[in-house]
C-alpha cells in the first residue's frame, strides 16, 4: 500500500497537470481569432432551450446556460471544452491507477494527454471535448466493472452512456464497437447479469426526453446526417481517415504502439482484450461510414494508458529510456504546436504556408486547400460583421417591426454575441436558426445579410416589396470565411413581410 505522503505526491503532480492543460488551452490561443462560428451558435441555445436541436442534442445548450448566468464571457466560453479536456486527463490517469500503473506511468499519460491533439480539441467550445470525456468515463467504468463485478459500475457506465448520447450521438458507434468486442471474450458473462438491462434502462430514462423529440419532430438527426454526407462526408476518404489518425498522435505514435505490443504480448491486458478490439471495431465502424476522422478521437486516451502502463513496466526501475521517451513528446509537441494550435496570426500561417499543407491542415471540407485552416478562418471577420449590422441596426427607428436575417448560422450568431444590442435576435434559414424567427408582429423592415457568391448584389428581387434598399457594408477581413459577405438595409415594406417569411421557412423545413 503506498504511503500518504507518496499519495499526496500524486495528487500534488496531477493538480500540476491540470493546471498546465488549464494555462495551454488559453495561452496557445493568438488573441487576434475570435470565436469559431460553431461556438455561437452552441452559445445561442441557451436562448432557446429544448430537449433536442436539429444541430445537436440538448446537453451543450445546458452547458451554455451556465456560460450565460456566469455572464458568456470567452473566459468562460473557453473555460468548458479546457475542464472536459483536464476531466479527461484525469480518467486516464486513473485507468493507468486501476491497471497498477506506476506513477512514472500516471505522468506519461498526463504529458501524452497534453502534448496531443486534444490540445486543439479542447480550444473550441463544442461538443467534440465532451465527447471524448464521455467516451473514456465509459471505458474507465467497464474496466471497473470487469475488475471486481460490483454491479455500481454498469450504472456508471449507463450514466456516461447516456450523457454521451445526450452530448453527440457518435456515442452510439462506440457503443456498436462494445457490443461485438464484448461479445468475443470471456466479459459476455455481463449480459446475463440483470444489472446490466437495469442499468439499461436508466439510461433510456435520461435519453427519453430527447428521443420522443426526435420522433415529434420526424428525426430531425436523419436529415441532418443526409445533409452532412451529401455536403462534407462525400469529401472524406478512406485512406485519409486512417492516416489522420496517426498525425493526430505522431508524437504519441510509440504509446500507441506499446499499446498493441502490450496487448500481444503482456499477459496481464489479456483480461482487457475487450478494449483493443472495441478500438478496431469502433474505427471501422467509422470507416465504413465514412465518418470525419477526428469523430474517432474519444477512442485514444484509453490505449494512451495502456501504452504508458506498458512502458513502466517492460522498463521497470530504468527510468531512462521512458525519460527520453516523455523528452521526445514535449519536444516534438513544441515542434508541431504552431501547426496544431491558432498560435501564428493569418500572415505568419501564409508565410509558412508549405508547412501547413505537407500535413494537409489547409484542407476544408470542400477538398480543396486555402490559406488558413479553416477553422481558423472560422474564428475571424465576426467582430467586423457585427458592427456593420449594428450600423445598420441603429439606422431603423421601429426595431419592433425588425428581422435581421442572416445567410447562415455562423452569421446569426456571432452577430447576436457581438452586437451592441443584445436584442437583435439575428435568424437564418440555417440549422436551429430556422426554428428561432419571431414573426408575431408585422415586419416592416429588414436587415438582409448575404455571402460573398450571392448572384442578386442590387437586391433587384427585393425592389418590388421595400421602398428603400441600402447596400450598408461589406465584411473586408481577407482571411475570414465569410469575406464579401454583404450587408443590406431594406426599408418601407410593401407587402406582408410576415407571411412570406412563413412561407419560405415552411420550404425550408421541407427541404431539411
Not at 162 to 188: C, D, E, H, Q, S
Not at 288 to 299: N, P, R
Not at 340 to 360: C, D, F, L, Q, S
Amino acid at each position: 500500500m503506498k504511503n500518504r505522503n507518496f499519495d499526496l505526491i500524486e495528487l500534488i503532480s496531477l493538480a500540476g497537470f491540470i493546471l498546465i492543460k488549464f494555462v495551454l488551452s488559453y495561452v496557445l490561443v493568438n488573441n487576434i481569432y475570435e470565436l469559431h462560428r460553431d461556438e455561437f451558435l452552441h452559445l445561442d441555445q441557451a436562448n432557446h432551450l429544448a430537449a433536442g436541436f436539429t444541430s445537436v442534442p440538448p446537453l451543450t445548450s445546458l452547458f451554455s446556460l451556465i456560460i450565460k448566468f456566469l455572464g458568456n464571457g470567452i473566459f468562460w466560453v473557453k473555460f468548458f471544452p479546457a475542464f472536459f479536456g483536464a476531466a479527461t486527463m484525469v480518467f486516464a490517469w486513473l485507468i493507468v491507477d486501476r491497471l497498477k500503473g506506476s506513477f512514472y506511468a500516471k505522468c506519461l499519460v498526463a504529458v501524452a494527454f497534453i502534448c496531443s491533439v486534444y490540445i486543439r480539441l479542447n480550444i473550441l467550445y463544442q461538443p467534440n471535448s465532451f465527447d471524448v470525456l464521455s467516451w473514456t468515463a465509459m471505458f474507465y467504468y467497464l474496466l471497473r466493472y470487469f475488475e471486481n463485478n460490483k454491479s455500481h459500475f454498469l450504472y456508471y457506465f449507463a450514466i456516461w452512456t447516456a450523457f454521451g448520447f445526450l452530448n453527440k450521438y457518435n456515442v452510439l458507434f462506440l457503443v456498436m464497437g462494445f457490443l461485438p468486442a464484448i461479445l468475443l471474450t470471456p466479459k459476455r458473462n455481463v449480459f446475463i447479469n440483470k444489472h446490466f438491462y437495469f442499468a439499461t434502462v436508466l439510461a433510456l430514462l435520461i435519453i427519453a426526453p430527447n428521443v420522443i423529440w426526435q420522433i415529434t419532430h420526424n428525426f430531425p438527426v436523419i436529415s441532418h446526417m443526409k445533409k452532412l454526407a451529401e455536403t462534407q462526408l462525400v469529401n472524406v476518404k478512406r485512406a485519409d481517415f486512417f492516416k489522420e489518425q496517426i498525425l493526430f498522435f505522431i508524437n504519441d505514435v510509440f504509446l500507441l504502439l506499446a499499446a498493441f505490443l502490450g496487448f500481444a504480448i503482456y499477459k496481464p491486458f489479456r483480461k482487457h482484450l475487450w478494449v483493443i478490439l472495441t478500438f478496431i471495431f469502433t474505427l471501422f465502424i467509422f470507416s465504413y461510414f465514412k465518418a470525419k476522422s477526428y469523430y474517432a478521437l474519444g477512442l485514444y486516451p484509453v490505449l494512451l494508458a495502456f501504452g504508458s502502463v506498458y512502458i513502466s513496466q517492460v522498463m521497470g526501475k530504468k527510468y531512462l529510456v521512458p525519460s527520453l521517451l516523455m523528452i521526445f513528446i514535449i519536444g516534438s509537441f513544441a515542434y508541431i504546436v504552431p501547426i496544431m494550435m491558432p498560435v501564428y496570426a493569418p500572415e505568419g500561417i501564409i508565410a509558412n504556408h508549405k508547412r501547413y499543407e505537407r500535413v494537409g491542415a489547409l484542407r476544408w471540407e470542400d477538398g480543396k486547400d486555402h490559406d488558413l485552416p479553416q477553422d481558423y478562418a472560422d474564428m475571424q471577420g465576426w467582430k467586423e460583421l457585427s458592427a456593420i449590422v449594428d450600423s445598420a441596426y441603429v439606422k431603423v427607428k421601429d426595431k419592433s417591426a425588425l428581422i435581421v436575417r442572416a445567410d447562415n448560422y455562423g452569421q446569426a450568431g456571432a452577430i447576436n454575441y457581438y452586437s451592441k444590442y443584445k436584442n437583435i435576435n439575428a435568424v437564418a434559414y440555417n440549422a436551429d436558426y430556422l426554428y428561432w424567427f419571431k414573426i408575431e408582429k408585422p415586419i416592416k423592415d429588414l436587415i438582409l445579410i448575404r455571402g460573398a457568391n450571392e448572384k442578386d448584389p442590387e437586391r433587384k428581387k427585393e425592389q418590388p416589396f421595400f421602398d428603400k434598399i441600402t447596400k450598408i457594408g461589406e465584411l473586408k477581413n481577407p482571411y475570414a470565411r465569410e469575406k464579401g459577405a454583404t450587408v443590406f438595409l431594406l426599408e418601407g415594406a410593401k407587402i406582408d413581410i410576415n407571411s412570406r417569411l412563413k412561407s419560405e421557412i415552411e420550404e425550408e423545413k421541407h427541404d431539411h
